[in-house]
């Protein structure tokens, strides 16, 4: 269902997939405090439904008061303390007691036509703009460190073994490190938030051209016909966020 409030409108949808038992993605999305986030269980985590789970509650139950810089402080502050939280093993079932939980986030937070992105893993932001596709957020993940630190190509970097593990997630390690970008939106811009089991089958150029629909709603129900039709086989979700 897509929700308004007076600059934003926003729909959003997750999907076990083709393969997949469980979902282990999480949403939010409340245009009228002016917060969405996707959240995706880390893989072979059996508890990374509940690690998600967890966040999308936490950021959901955020007081929306305050400034800009407040409600960002907040944000990121819910971020370390449910890290402290999972990292420390504090959140685990009866059938699992030894499991660790963790997930990525992508948090996108706006005030007017303040935004902020904040996001840990390799769930992604994307920025349409004037019919340009932009990525956001830079995945936290080892083949993206090979491509930075080792000059590599996508593709080669592709091929390396445990090419898609996470360096960074909510739950991984005891200290979390958060990337934050902030900008300015201007009309017409529309927003995606989404895991890596949308985006993975999807090139730059499709994303793009299912996020040009006259709203959130066609745009989100275009992405997940182009991920479906492929062999999605992993858990997907997203947010498209518009103004």
Known sequence: MEVANLLWHSAARTDTGKVRARNEDAFLDQPQRGLWVVADGMGGHQNGDLASRL??????????????????????????????????????????????????VVALLAAGS???????????????????????SRDHSLLQQLVDEHGMSVDEAARQPAA???????????????????????????????????????DHDQLGAALIRPSASLA???????????????NLSAVVINR
């Open 55 to 104: 966040i999308v509650e936490s950021l959901g139950e955020l007081d929306a008061g305050g400034s800009f810089e407040q409600r960002l402080e907040q944000l990121r502050q819910c971020l370390h303390r449910l890290n402290r939280h999972l990292s420390l093993g504090l959140t685990v079932t009866s059938e699992n007691p030894d499991m660790l939980v963790g997930s990525t």
């Open 114 to 136: 303040r935004m902020a992105c904040v996001w840990a893993g390799d769930s992604r932001c994307y920025l349409l703009r004037g019919r340009q596709l932009y990525q956001l």
């Open 164 to 202: 898609h593990a996470l360096t960074r997630a909510i739950g991984a390690a005891e200290e979390l490190q958060l990337d934050i970008l902030e900008l300015e939106s201007l009309p017409g811009d529309v927003f995606l938030l989404c895991s890596d089991g949308l985006y993975q089958d999807l």
């Open 220 to 234: 989100l129900q275009r992405l997940f016909e182009l991920a479906l039709d492929g062999p999605a086989r992993d």
